[in-house]
């Protein structure tokens, strides 16, 4: 590797990294399993290097330069990953986006923000609103991870119930391919010329280019803005009221349903015990706000649904994006994941029991638990979330393992999809069949080849290694 | 490929046709330069056979037979298609959908229907109104184009604005790959688990797989449904009340406008000389559609919009899809054909101007003309209409030449984009990187080489050929 690291030095100088800290830095992503690893001391090596080009002329420069050394390549947005995409070891150059920053072009007619990759999320969605404007894409993450990585993961945010996520707000983008040539697709509202360019980046998680600027779609912000909230006596009921309004075509921006024990986590005191509590944030022009927010409510009386306090949304609203970092759970002796999954209404109340029954069976589970919070008109998400405490914190990984597996196969055996909006990355990848199918798979494989015929951009993530069993 | 017919007749008896009747019939689509050839004489040969498979594993067979032989196989619905897609020649073999019928599956919890490919798409939407449901894609060839067809071109419907493309109502596809595979995507509402792959047959136009069977998300038959219809002193100001109402979050299912010719070609004597006549249909929960309807009006009004009859949606609803034959015209003498592009707000006056300027350069033009019919937060489509009468008639077929390639540069020229529903075809296929780009025709050819490296399926069709001049 030495080799090429010269070579970029000679091309990027100063921002090709070889220090520790920098290494290490970009040796993973937010993977709980790279945090035990790394707390345990068994994480792969760090990056060879990590490249900070400033241009998508640079971005390209750069795999031209591994493809001819062929070294392999690993992306780096935000790093909020969650999946383990992220994990390049010694054989590999890590490309950070972070210097390819800020907003390129806005236009207020088109209602269309054109960023390079590296941008922010937060900064982004803030320098919109000095506009008057909003992008709408909310992932928890957005204070840590950047538009390129929204794309390259297939993100969902929290207004996605009307908004859409990032496949429904994303205009164009510009990507650079393994072997450095540029790709820009056009912005333009909509074409039948072949299929959609555009999808191949989408969800790519690193392996078939490297995504450089994106064009979003954004909104004026709203004239109104109103929540409610509303406890329910199970949780199908909650769900059959979601689909019964969203069907019924009332889609306000946030919608989430909790399960009775994250009810009790969360809005307490207001959700009495064993009730399951809903949220619902309506937008839009003032009038129609509130026809909405009758709407729903009408629609959740219909099953037993009893209005709460709706300063349950603000309190959301307001703590929304705080979460314990992995890092104190585990040095409190646990093991802490989420999961989500999703499913065609007429399955998800399926795969809620049977994910909940099986992880129930992990004899050091301290609690399971989920939540609704990306609906369809077709179906929803669940977003499931485990905690497990072995009595030897060793056996955290195992455990770990454990709760995935059985969550997923559950999910599967329900008719349910296993990945929701976290994207496959190492834990989800030797079952990707069961979302794709064996030919989607192989399809999916060929396409990779096709792209990227040596194999160096992010090798070992998305993709199952070839014969290795499903269940690896 | 007498070799390849007795083959495929040994497989499926007389479900290979080689009467002269059923070859005529499947030589061509709809395209009026199939047409005007047809009536010349100087059509290309009729192709070898046409096969009709009863299912999807006979599909993978045919595939498999044609592959071993190295027979081209082009696949056939409805015939509708206004590009030329269809143009098999005598060395290929047809396969037509047309055995390939029926509702596979309905769920009215999920709200999904699953259809064979070759199901006609009325008889698909009164299947679905018999549930109290509808699909809600309504292009103008409802009656002759098939489900599978709407996906292999990537069609729109006039409910768009509200209801989106089949993109947005697509749930699943299976396909046979070339090399006889059957690839099904889940019926999952979401999934960020790689590319999408249903997005490679979307827009296909046959050249990368055979649609089998598609589903589709269906919605419950509206609560209420109301129509308006407001005329305008200039185009642009209708383009400008449709950008502000649907930015403001107001998406009636049809939004359409019409320049002052086509105003008094469709709406005279309800608008007045030099109008522009907009037209509304607003569905959904009743207290929404009147918010929604008077929220519209409210925007026209300040923009110089004037209420007219109510009654022309009714007129329109009824008459929406009676077109004169291409064959009529043709027989008066006329060259007539329709070009659909699309742009950003900010672009799209600009690109009415230029192509109806360079069409007016074209010695023999009696008209020319356009409307919106589709419309997205970021910007809309304009649908063109031109007819020509030269005085040579054998002169129609480079006037016809002239009128697209005008009509396609000053789109390109003023940034719009260049195809946005009726797909590329032999029509578009020259030009093909002004809407993708160098690098987007490169990439698709790679796609191209990595499912159908023999390049059998649909060859000639939406890729340009390998050096061929942009402009030829």
């Known amino acids: 590797m030495s080799g090429i690291v010269e070579t970029l030095k000679r091309d990027l100088g100063d921002r090709v990294l070889t220090d520790p800290e920098a290494l290490a830095a970009h040796q993973r992503d937010t993977w709980v399993l790279g945090e035990l690893r790394a ?125 859409g996520n990032i496949e429904d707000l994303l205009v164009a983008v510009e990507a650079v391919l393994p072997d450095g040539r540029v790709i820009r697709t056009r912005e333009t509202p909509r074409a039948a010329a072949g299929p959609d360019l555009r999808q191949l980046f989408l969800g790519s998680e690193g392996t078939l280019g490297v995504v450089t600027e994106v064009t979003l779609a954004v909104r004026p912000q709203p004239e109104a803005s109103r929540g409610q909230s509303l ?96 890092r104190s759970l585990l040095d409190q002796g646990l093991i802490v994941d989420t999961i989500e999954v999703a499913a065609t209404w007429s399955r998800i109340g399926e795969v809620y029991r049977r994910v909940l029954d099986s992880l129930g069976e992990v004899p050091s589970l301290l609690a399971a638990s989920a939540h609704s919070s990306h609906s369809y008109r077709t179906g929803t998400n669940l977003y499931f979330t485990f905690v497990a405490k072995p009595d030897d914190p060793t056996e955290r990984a195992n455990v770990y ?31 990707l069949a069961d979302e794709l199918g064996e030919t989607g798979v192989s399809l999916l494989r060929e396409l990779k080849a096709a792209l990227d015929p040596d194999g160096l951009l992010n090798p070992g993530n998305l993709l199952p290694d070839v014969d290795a069993p499903r269940s690896s």
């Open 231 to 326: 406890h329910f006596p199970d949780f199908d009921a909650g769900l059959e009221a979601i689909r019964r309004f969203v069907q019924a075509d009332w889609c306000p921006p946030v919608v989430r349903l909790y399960d009775g024990r994250e009810s009790q986590r969360h809005f307490r005191p207001a959700c009495p015990s064993g009730r399951h509590m809903l949220i619902a944030l309506h937008e839009g022009p003032a009038a129609r706000v509130e026809l909405e927010l009758e709407a729903v409510a009408r629609v959740a009386r219909e099953l037993g649904g009893e209005a709460s306090d709706p300063g349950l949304v603000d309190h959301w609203l307001e703590t929304r994006n705080q979460v314990p970092s992995f």
């Open 401 to 431: 393992r454990d709760c995935w597996r059985r969550t997923l196969e559950a999910t599967h055996a329900a008719g349910g999809g296993i990945a929701h909006h976290h994207g496959v990355g190492r834990v989800r990848r030797a079952r």
């Open 39 to 163: 707390l345990e001391g068994t994480l792969p090596a760090p990056p060879a290097a990590v490249v900070e080009p400033e241009s998508t002329e640079e971005v390209a420069q750069v795999l031209r330069r591994c493809r001819e050394a062929g070294a392999a390549v690993v992306p780096f947005g935000g790093g909020s990953g969650v999946c383990g995409a992220i994990e390049p070891g010694a054989d590999a150059i890590v490309l950070s986006t972070r210097r390819l920053t800020g907003l390129v072009a806005f236009d207020p007619v088109d209602g269309t923000a054109r960023f390079r990759a590296g941008t922010n999320g937060l900064e982004a969605e803030e320098r919109i609103q000095k506009e008057g404007f909003t992008i709408g894409h909310w992932p928890q993450s957005i204070a840590l991870s950047t538009v390129g990585g929204w794309v390259a993961t297939r993100a969902a945010g929290q207004y996605s119930t009307a908004y």
